[in-house]
């Protein structure tokens, strides 16, 4: 089966359109250089004036204004520095040139900031729908749910409007609760059309299937079968992308039984203390089928008794990073927080220990629900 929703991260149109911008944004410093050189040496009899003046206009196009407004005080730093030493003070060329770059300097200011107006609208209209269309294929996971009660958090990074490629689910069926939470390697269109394609695949086949294999065996074909729809992923999207995916399934019985497609495992938080719930033998994510011969035909079962709360969530929350480089210590977060809280509330604590850790910034999305098995003894929920 192919891979598909990312291009490779090596070098590629966007790399080099990135060191292109950078290069831009350098343009007005080496010509400021430049003119310095040319006035030091004795090549100073080369009229550099209309040079300096080119320094803030050209930073006004890819710096903003206060890179305008700094390229413009280096420019007449240069220009103080060289008429000093070169005896120029008092000429009628060298107030036209301070004269030139001051009407520069104002226009480009001016200029700048209008365009950075116009375009961080722009940006936030398009967030907004962005947002809008996330929500629609994500919803939050009810509070009760069989013998769970439940919670979920999804958290976008700093990333403009490139939607992100975390997905989650929670479903009460004739099975037992069953979830799924994933990761889709990339962001944008491709990415949201994938979480859009496993999600729909989850919420019809949790319904009908009675194992937990089948599920997300379901979730693989429907994407084998978007592979396949003929230009819909470009050529270099299809080269090197997968999903990571991991399905649960609380029965009525005191156990959780998992199928994990490359996914991080979940946490069981049971008497204060945090277990991994790591597979016996692991398996590649979705769209990573053919580096497996053969699959098991039943899912991973462990123990989950009442009182025990389990933690689904994506690499988003473990991967990220403080100022130092280390990475969010999930266990310790999650023994940290009292019990006796709500799932939401839980979550929000482990949201709170999440900012403080990376200093209010996340590299990454991040989606996490939080399933806790209610006492036997409670009435069933009527709904």
């Not at 069953?178 to 989850?202: N, P, Q, T, Y």
């Not at 277990?275 to 989950?304: C, I, N, Q, R, W």
């Not at 994506?314 to 809280?341: H, K, Q």
């Amino acid at each position: 089966m192919k891979s598909l929703l990312r291009a490779p991260t090596g070098p590629g149109a966007g790399g080099r359109g990135r060191m292109l911008f950078t290069l831009m944004q350098c343009v007005p410093f080496a010509i400021a250089l430049a003119v310095l050189v040319i006035e030091l040496t004795p090549a100073h009899f080369i009229y550099t004036g209309p040079l300096l003046t080119a320094v803030p206009a050209l930073a006004a196009v890819t710096l903003g204004p206060r890179g305008t407004a700094a390229a413009a005080a280096l420019a007449l730093a240069i220009s103080v520095a060289t008429a000093a030493y070169n005896s120029a003070w008092g000429t009628l060329q060298v107030y036209t040139n301070f004269l030139a770059l001051g009407l520069v300097t104002a226009a480009g200011f001016v200029t700048s900031s209008a365009v950075r107006a116009r375009r961080q609208r722009e940006l936030d209209q398009v967030r907004r729908i962005a947002v809008a269309a996330q929500d629609v294929v994500l919803r939050p996971v009810p509070a009760r749910l069989g013998p769970v009660s439940a919670g979920s958090l999804c958290l976008a990074a700093g990333t403009g409007a490139r939607v992100g490629g975390d997905l989650y689910e929670a479903v009460q069926t004739p099975f037992g609760v069953r979830m799924i939470v994933g990761d889709v390697r990339g962001k944008g269109l491709s990415a949201i059309r994938a979480v859009a394609v496993v999600l729909g695949a989850f919420r019809e086949a949790v319904h009908y299937e009675d194992e937990l294999v089948e599920v997300m065996n379901r979730c693989s074909a429907a994407l084998r079968r978007e592979v396949a729809k003929p230009g819909a992923y470009d050529e270099e999207v299809l080269l090197e992308g997968f999903i990571t995916a991991l399905v649960a399934q609380v029965p009525n019985e005191p156990v959780v039984q998992v199928v994990n497609r490359g996914h991080p495992p979940p946490l069981l938080l049971h008497e204060g203390r945090t277990t991994p719930l790591v597979p016996p033998a692991p398996l590649p994510p979705l769209g990573l089928e053919d580096l497996v011969a053969d699959f098991p035909d039943k899912p991973d079962s462990y123990p989950f008794a009442p009182g025990d709360r389990l933690l689904l969530y994506t690499d988003g929350v473990i991967e990220a990073r403080d100022g130092r480089g280390e990475f969010f210590a999930l266990p310790r977060a999650m023994e940290g927080i009292g019990g006796g809280t709500s799932p939401q509330a839980f979550l929000e604590q482990l949201h709170r220990a999440l900012v403080r850790h990376t200093g209010g910034g996340l590299a990454d999305d991040v989606a996490m629900i939080l399933a806790d098995r209610r006492p036997t003894t409670e009435r069933p929920d009527p709904r």
